[in-house]
């Protein structure tokens, strides 16, 4: 759908749904901003956003007839489709966009887009890296960080874009059609969002849908449900391994990954001469070089920022050493599945700061992946008492619950001793006690700088 000549409804007046409603704005759509919170400040929002100053702002409850007026609406990643407001923009025959669509609707250039549960934002920057040391104009985008929406409009048919694409942006997609995609892994995580598994895959998977069979889609070849998709995939299946060698593809055989094709295989890099900690590091190492490759990029010019890359924010980052104790900053594992990674790139006894907001996982496997590493399990937020319960169940009774988050810390650092970490890698969300996990782990390296030797 082309969208000039149409009125669009913007839905959500945060990050997202302000660089959407600039981007509609700039190419002279017909927009109106609209927020479920009925006392949102609009003063304050257009002094946040001046572009917008004069757009009209629709707050708290929709009539039908209000919503009739729209020709389709466009969701910030935030908002879920199953909202009653969005089910009667539906049954108004309102067409549901998301963000990432309408940001489509408009670029040029070629596209690469990396999905998965874990490892999204450290192969998206690293990949985004890689493109830079290559092409003149690269866009890093998505749920990395930068609102895809605030790029489009600039692009020209020789951008690249490189972007990280959550489940949440996958629900809304139409045309959207990336030359090279990637799903990282699949498991367990938004299930408060999406209710079943089968509904997250398939939403993960979402992301092929308008590749054809002559484009890339790179996978995990030890994800198993990865593997089944890859057997019905539309598209040319590029695999990676940490575990085993494979005929085809990029593999990790002890400290050296090689690539396999066409009968030849090449060792590309040693593990030592990343900067990277642990196996799934190496996998989103091997997921960015498949992409880059079937992307026209030369080795050489891949192996160059392999060797001088550096971990991304709030991923298992090592942030500074007091009394012999290392502190890490993992506020990015928001999931079981990510904190089981940062459990693994330890190579220290730990002690592990736990917990926050309830996006009804289960703790089962986070507890047993401690493997003797963990000294003391320290809780905090809605999730304290259920990981609890849950590590007390496998044996594991070294827990303590803590009120604040810098109780946890100072907690952590007064029971430490030389030679430990301490390890922030909560497997759960930030929401309820900070706005996103990045401020999580702002707040957290500033404690942790502040305390005394």
Not at 100 to 109: Q, V
Not at 327 to 347: E, H, L, V
Request: glycine fraction near 8%; charged fraction near 25%; hydrophobic fraction near 40%.
């Amino acid at each position: 759908m082309k969208l000039e000549g149409k009125k669009v409804l913007v839905v959500g007046a945060g990050k997202s749904g302000i660089a959407a409603s600039e981007l509609l704005l700039d190419k002279k759509i017909e927009t109106v901003l609209y927020d479920g919170n009925k006392d949102l400040d609009v003063e304050k929002l257009y002094e946040k956003a001046p572009k917008l100053k004069g757009m009209p702002v629709l707050l708290g409850e929709l009539t039908d007839e209000q919503l009739r007026a729209f020709d389709v609406a466009v969701l910030s990643p935030g908002v879920p489709t199953d909202l009653p407001v969005v089910e009667r923009m539906r049954a108004q025959n309102v067409c549901i966009w998301g963000e990432i669509e309408l940001a489509y609707s408009f670029a040029k250039g070629r596209l690469i887009a990396i999905t998965g549960t874990n490892g999204k934002t450290t192969t998206t920057a690293l990949t985004g890296e890689i493109m830079k040391n290559y092409f003149k104009d690269v866009r890093v985008v998505g749920n990395i960080g930068i609102p895809y929406t605030s790029e489009a409009a600039t692009m020209t048919d020789e951008t690249v874009t490189v972007a990280e694409i959550s489940s949440f942006q996958l629900e809304t997609i139409h045309e959207f059609h990336p030359q090279i995609s990637a799903i990282l892994n699949i498991t367990p995580d938004h299930l408060n969002r999406h209710h079943t598994m089968e509904c997250y895959i398939q939403t993960k998977e979402a992301i092929t849908t308008n590749q054809t069979n002559d484009e890339v889609c790179v996978l995990n070849y030890e994800d198993e449900v990865l593997r089944a998709f890859g057997e019905s995939a539309p598209v040319h299946v590029v695999w990676f391994s940490s575990v085993r060698k494979l005929a085809e593809g990029f593999y990790l055989d002890g400290e050296e990954i090689f690539y396999a094709h066409d009968g030849n295989t090449e060792k590309m890099i040693n593990v030592n001469d990343l900067n990277l900690l642990g196996r799934h590091n190496y996998e989103n190492v091997m997921a960015a070089t498949a992409m880059s490759v079937n992307f026209g990029v030369p080795m050489e010019k891949i192996v160059e920022v392999l060797k001088r890359f550096q971990a991304v924010e709030h991923r298992i980052e090592y942030v500074t050493e007091k009394r012999g104790v290392r502190f890490y900053n993992d506020s990015k594992g928001t999931n079981p599945d990510a904190a089981i990674q940062g459990i693994r790139a330890m190579n220290r006894p730990t002690l592990l700061i736990g917990g926050g907001y309830d996006k009804q996982s289960t703790y089962d496997e986070w507890i047993d992946a401690f493997d003797g590493k963990v000294k003391k399990l320290v809780l905090i937020g809605q999730t304290a008492e259920k990981i609890e319960v849950c590590a007390h169940k496998h044996g594991f009774m070294d827990t303590v619950r803590c009120e604040t988050f810098e109780e946890a810390i100072r907690y952590c650092y007064d029971h430490a001793v030389s030679g430990d970490a301490v390890l922030l890698s909560p497997a759960c969300a930030s929401w309820g006690m900070f706005p996103n996990y990045e401020e999580r782990g702002r707040i957290f390296k500033e404690i942790v700088r502040g305390l005394e030797e």
